[in-house]
């Protein structure tokens, strides 16, 4: 079973960078500077942003649909991030270096199965997670912080 690992679009979030402070923060977000690495992680780049760039932390929702799952959280985008495209079964190393929470979902966005996995076995779990046919994604989080972290679905 081959997965793909999908980061969030750029495009979505450009026109935040272009906001007054007060403006953002009408929208849940807010300026913040990188002061470790690894520990900002954007979901654009599949990339922990570097000491001293800048990101915006924007409350966004990853799982919209209309079922008792509907879910957002915080998330870092880093200014001028250039969407990530992993290759099939490609892992990340943003993701390779975290304990994580992997969470599947079937066509309906309900929660069919969950588990959590050290990042360096995130490969195989997603393998065994996709291999159930009702499984339509399987959303990855932090599991330290619970935060979305991007989505993989059958490749």
């Known amino acids: 079973m ?39 992680p954007c979901r654009v780049s599949l990339a922990d942003a570097e000491l001293g760039e800048e990101l915006l932390l924007i409350n966004h929702t990853h799982l919209p649909a209309a079922s008792p799952f509907h879910a957002s959280h915080a998330i870092f985008i880093r200014r001028g991030a250039v969407q990530a495209h992993p290759a099939t079964n490609e892992i990340p190393a ?15 966005a309900m929660l069919i199965a969950a588990d959590l996995t050290a990042g360096a076995t995130l490969g195989p779990a997603l393998v065994e997670m996709l291999a159930d046919p009702a499984a339509a994604h399987v959303d990855i989080h932090f599991a330290k912080q619970g935060c979305f972290a991007a989505r993989a679905r059958r490749a």
């Not at 304990?99 to 309906?108: I, Y």
């Open 2 to 40: 081959k997965f793909q690992i999908s980061a969030l679009s750029a495009a979505a979030f450009a026109a935040y960078f272009a906001m007054p402070d007060a403006e953002l923060a009408q929208h849940l977000g807010r300026r913040v500077t990188a002061t470790a690495h690894p520990g900002f």
């Open 94 to 108: 943003m993701l390779r270096s975290r304990t994580l929470s992997l969470r599947a979902f079937d066509s309906a």
